[in-house]
């Protein structure tokens, strides 16, 4: 799969994408914050987020783009639900941006929403408007690009339609489909209908999917079909799909008897194969009734699609699996913001957005600081960058000297605990020692007092390598092997606050602590990692009456200072952006 996402990139960068939208604005939009732009950098972009945050929309944006197209056939306005716009500004509108090549320029086109004699929802083309932040200096064409949309939560069988959502008791629509399912049968059998009142032509037809349709198909679902057949009719009396497929594990069966996810599979499939070279795809949930290992097929199918057929593929989707291992430019994330609105997130990557379709992330990442003030200022800034979801943040009661002498022998013993557990530690305990284990010469590795040595340079106390014993006392190249460990898991595991401060300085440096404590502050020449802590006593004396309420005072400094921007604050984003990408 990294293979085809990389193919795929490349095929983008030489512009073999013919007709591509290279990215989509909306200046006013439905509930979209205005302003809002996608960029697709990736031919494949999947919209993630939850229900009714402006997924389906943008699909219907995209819809409307080209020639001859409007999302007003799936956004219209009614007396139930009428859509309010003030004039001028308020019109909704979007805008995008194509080329038709890779020697073209970048056109600019703007759709817009306006009444044109009876119809309300008329999208037509018009002229560029500057304060939305178009570039073009002239009305282009819409882009000239055939369009499949399919929304899989109304993909409905022939057969649905009627058993499960039509009018009239069961025993009605039973009796419909036994005297109906005559004719169908007959189509399917490429024999004459003869269906009262209407000729064969206007009833329905239907297609055989060739062998190579069958093979993609098949991979997907995991069946080996022999035949299947796709037929377009209104025998049911309204217009529907049926399939009928024949594997080599069963007879022939109809979708009657087929799953959901099965006919959706087919007709997806089916339509992007028939479908133009550098069309555009948009697929509403298309994970909709089919299991997992089948969408992880899928993804790899529709990857594949997209570099033979040089496709633009646009995808609604709730599942984690489609999103898995995407390159973080496929990925939009819509939130939902404190007004009500929705923005996307942009360059996403892929366990962000597991977290807003699952709610949980397992797979976190540990962070053990040395006390409750350094907690809660790594937890702030997790929070404010919208990453707290993947981490445990913990704190050791014992100080730096417990984290390093009594818990880090722990760290260092299994690869699950170095891949996991970072530490984050005050930083004047920061040494600046800088470990290079490729200079080590072959005497230097094998002296267990030099590397024990660089061990203390590095972490600044002493820390014993625990060894089996032995007829001579413990085993050294047990003893060789763990400073080792310890070296590399300073290298690689081991952070330090920023401009070696500790958190209780780090706090009373904020705009808000000088400004709210000035009196008591200023009392200090300057704030140092030695008067910290005293200040903080003190603030908590004159505010609550004694030191016993010093956390929640943290607490509150934490948050007013998390709120400023500092070079503390982009430090520490910084080191846990380093720490994620582990």
């Known amino acids: 799969m990294n293979k085809d996402i990389n193919d795929i990139k490349r095929m983008k960068e030489k512009g073999l994408f013919k007709n591509y939208i290279e990215y989509i604005v909306f200046p006013y939009y439905k509930n979209l914050v205005p302003g809002t732009k996608i960029n697709l950098k990736f031919p494949i972009t999947i919209l993630v987020g939850k229900n009714g945050s402006g997924k389906s929309s943008t699909l219907h944006a995209l819809y409307g783009a080209p020639y001859w197209k409007s999302c007003a056939d799936f956004w219209f306005s009614t007396e139930v639900d009428p859509i309010k716009e003030t004039g001028g500004e308020g019109k909704n509108r979007f805008f995008y941006g194509y080329k038709e090549d890779q020697n073209s320029e970048i056109r600019e086109v703007m759709k817009t929403r306006m009444k044109r004699g009876d119809n309300p929802d008329y999208w037509e083309t018009s002229k560029p408007i500057k304060r939305d932040g178009m570039s073009a200096q002239k009305r282009n064409d819409p882009v000239k690009k055939n369009v499949v949309y399919l929304d899989f939560r109304a993909e409905v069988s022939a057969f649905d339609k009627i058993f499960h959502f039509a009018k009239g008791d069961i025993f009605e629509k039973k009796d419909l489909l036994r005297k109906r399912s005559k004719y169908l049968n007959r189509l399917f059998n490429g024999e004459a209908m003869r269906f009262p009142g209407a000729p064969d032509e206007k009833v329905g037809k239907v297609k055989e999917l060739n062998e190579k349709i069958r093979q993609r198909i098949s991979s997907i679902l995991g069946k080996e079909y022999i035949s299947i057949k796709v037929a377009e009719h209104a025998l049911f009396k309204n217009p529907g799909t ?131 003030a350094a907690k809660n200022i790594v937890e702030q800034v997790l929070g404010r960058m919208n990453k707290l979801q993947y981490f445990d943040v913990e704190f050791n009661p014992g100080g730096e000297k417990t984290l390093l002498t009594k818990y880090l022998p722990t760290f260092i013993t299994h690869d699950f605990f170095k891949q996991k557990v970072f530490l984050v530690i005050d930083g004047d305990m920061q040494t600046d020692y800088i470990y290079d284990e490729d200079k080590l010469t072959v005497t230097q590795e094998k002296d267990t007092v030099y590397m024990k040595e660089c061990v203390k340079k590095a972490y600044g106390v002493d820390i014993k390598a625990y060894v089996d014993g032995g007829k001579n006392g413990g085993r050294k190249d047990q003893e060789l092997k763990i400073y080792r460990e310890y070296l590399n898991y300073y290298q690689n595991s081991v952070f330090y606050l920023p401009n070696k401060s500790i958190p209780e300085k780090i706090l009373l440096e904020s705009q808000y602590a000088k400004e709210q404590y000035k ?13 910290a802590k005293n200040i903080l006593a003190t603030i908590s004396e004159a505010d609550y009456g004694n030191t016993d309420h010093i956390n929640d005072l943290i607490q509150k400094l934490a948050y007013k200072w998390s709120m400023e921007e500092s070079s503390n604050k982009k430090m520490i984003e910084e080191l846990i952006n380093e720490i994620y990408k582990k």
Request: hydrophobic fraction near 35%; proline fraction near 3%.
């Open 519 to 531: 009196d008591i502050i200023d009392l200090e020449k300057n704030i140092t990692n030695e008067n």
């Open 242 to 372: 049926s399939i009928y497929v024949k594997t080599k594990q069963s007879s022939r069966y109809s979708e009657a008897n087929a799953g959901s996810g099965e006919v959706a599979v087919i007709q997806l499939v089916k339509k992007i194969e028939e479908a133009q070279d550098y069309s555009l795809i948009l697929l509403d949930e298309p994970e909709v009734s089919i299991h997992p290992g089948a969408q992880e097929k899928l993804k790899k199918y529709l990857l594949d699609a997209t570099k033979r057929k040089k496709l633009q593929i646009v995808i609604s989707s709730h599942s984690p699996i489609l999103i898995r291992d995407m390159p973080p430019e496929a990925i939009k994330l819509y939130i939902t913001n404190s007004q009500g609105r929705f923005e996307i997130k942009e360059d996403v990557d892929y366990r962000e957005a597991f977290y807003d379709l699952e709610d949980c992330v397992s797979d976190k990442k540990i962070i053990f600081c040395e006390d409750f």
